[in-house]
């Protein structure tokens, strides 16, 4: 009878975790659609020019800070310790410590972000010298001249990221979700309303940014209200704050290792030559379009699950959310992988070749995401397998996998750059995600041991099996269509269309002729919903 009683516990979590992790996914397939969209208008008016890059290298850099500061110091020490204080101190308590952490966080972003104003010349030409290649000098003026315009962002989404945290601890997670929609939305209408009038289109999709960044903030302070917090300029500095600094630390360091990958990633790039930075993000954008709606989703949504189960020290329930979460990583991702590995070069042409966006642009940015894609499934499981190590509150471990993740993937770049130049970077990104996956996997035994058991192997071979019937059936149609020499948007839409279609359908159509487990779920859900 417990074990009945545990299984339909563990079944109702899942069942949760699953609910939260479509709801949310839904908002983010919106934000991503758009962040698509946003690409689709950088293509346009900037293509892969000096511009493109510049933008590129500008709004990477605050970006940077706000993965390192923000999203790092959110899943690391504030969400962990919040939903300690709720689970055992109550609500009043897990506030009134988060608005001591934000009080913290407002005085030291406007330091930051003044100090990165001031000093954007240096940043530049630091980010230049490590790529060893010369700039030249007009496109390090412009990406100087973008980057101060651009600094102030890492403020507002930071604090953005607080509210974020305490509204994801309270489960509530739509609200933060949205916010990347109006980021999206800021971008896309300034370039679109400012940027044929300037010299510089660049600087149109920089004032987006900063817009972006306060509705970002804006946004969410209403609902953080709603929930009883109350902003009050208290600057003492509690013993939650503390606990959250000495985990922050090795995070700071862990985060740090992952940028200098990112940074070294895009100098070298920058090196190569105009529209390599672009082309590289470019495919990127379709990597993240599936690890923003599926994997950043599903993170986002166990990490309070995780945290409050570690807490409660339920340790069958910890390895149930892992093992699920594999399991339906696997599912979405192998597929996706296939699906855009055979038709890299269609889907950059019918997406971005537009406007400044030539043939070359496509075979520049197909090339890139010929190596991006393989990793696909790595990236998203190390997304998974990161916030376990939080929940427990350990910093450390995650940052010894992120140092070997740097080392493999600054080797590798300098060791392929010259012979794949973006491509090289690209299988580089690739092999370092890889090695991060690998070592977590190996670390993440000092905790609680989770194997590959019948149940998961059985998904995966599942998965497997209908992404192998899926890709038989896309190199087929594509043989069929001859799509590999069509061009553009009108060329592709009705081949491209049909090719998708089909192969959606068949992948499911195997799902449920092999009893595909997750599909099922899903299907069970989505059931339930509509009654």
Request: one cysteine or more.
């Amino acid at each position: 009878m417990a074990d009945d009683t545990s299984a339909q516990s563990q079944h109702k979590a899942r069942k949760g975790l699953l609910k939260a992790a479509m709801s949310m996914s839904v908002i983010t397939m919106v934000s991503r659609v758009l962040g698509l969209i946003r690409e689709q208008v950088r293509a346009h008016y900037l293509g892969t020019s000096m511009g493109s890059d510049a933008f590129g290298i500008a709004f990477q850099i605050p970006n940077l800070l706000r993965r390192l500061l923000a999203e790092g110091a959110m899943s690391a020490g504030f969400i962990p310790v919040l939903s300690e204080y709720r689970a055992k101190e109550g609500d009043e308590k897990a506030l009134s410590f988060a608005r001591n952490f934000f009080n913290l966080s407002l005085l030291l972003m406007v330091v930051v972000s003044a100090l990165g104003a001031l000093g954007a010349g240096i940043i530049v030409s630091a980010f230049a010298w490590l790529g060893g290649e010369p700039i030249a000098p007009e496109a390090l003026e412009l990406t100087t001249d973008l980057t101060r315009w651009m600094f102030p962002y890492i403020a507002l989404v930071s604090w953005a990221a607080i509210a974020q945290g305490i509204l994801n601890t309270f489960k509530i997670f739509w609200v933060s979700a949205t916010t990347a929609v109006l980021l999206n939305i800021a971008i896309i209408g300034a370039a679109l309303i400012l940027a044929s009038g300037m010299d510089q289109p660049a600087f149109a999709f920089a004032i987006g940014v900063l817009i972006g960044g306060v509705f970002q903030f804006g946004f969410q302070i209403p609902f953080v209200y709603k929930l009883g917090f109350r902003w009050r300029p208290d600057f003492r500095m509690s013993a939650g704050v503390k606990r959250v600094l000495v985990l922050l630390v090795p995070t700071i360091f862990g985060a740090g290792v992952y940028q200098v990958n990112v940074l070294v990633s895009q100098a070298i790039a920058w090196g190569v030559g105009d529209g390599a930075v672009s082309s590289l993000q470019y495919s990127s954008r379709l990597l993240e379009l599936t690890l923003g709606v599926f994997a950043v989703a599903l993170s986002t949504v166990i990490l309070p699950a995780l945290a409050t189960h570690v807490a409660k020290e339920e340790t069958r329930e910890v390895k149930d959310t892992i093992g699920f979460s594999i399991r339906l990583t696997c599912f979405v991702c192998f597929p996706v992988t296939a699906g855009l590995w055979l038709m890299r070069h269609e889907t950059i042409s019918l997406l971005f070749e537009r406007g400044t966006f030539d043939t070359q642009s496509t075979s520049m940015t197909a090339f890139a995401l010929n190596f991006h894609i393989i990793g696909l499934t790595f990236i998203a499981l190390t997304r998974i397998f990161v916030p376990v190590f939080y929940a427990y509150k350990d910093t450390w471990r995650p940052l010894w996998a992120a140092v070997v993740s740097m080392v493999v993937n600054i080797a590798a770049c300098y060791l392929l750059t010259p012979y794949l130049d973006q491509g090289g970077i690209a299988l580089a990104n690739t092999l370092s995600a890889g090695a991060h996956l690998v070592v977590l996997m190996a670390l993440m035994g000092s905790h609680i041991h989770v194997g590959i058991d019948r149940k998961t192997m059985g998904s995966i071979l599942r998965s497997l099996l209908a992404t192998a019937t899926m890709a038989t059936t896309v190199f087929a149609l594509q043989n069929y269509f001859e799509t590999t020499s069509l061009t553009g948007f009108q060329s592709l839409l009705f081949p491209y269309s049909v090719i998708l279609i089909t192969a959606v359908t068949v992948f499911g159509l195997t799902c449920v002729f092999v009893k595909h487990p997750e599909l099922t779920e899903i299907a069970g859900i989505a059931r339930r919903r509509r009654k």
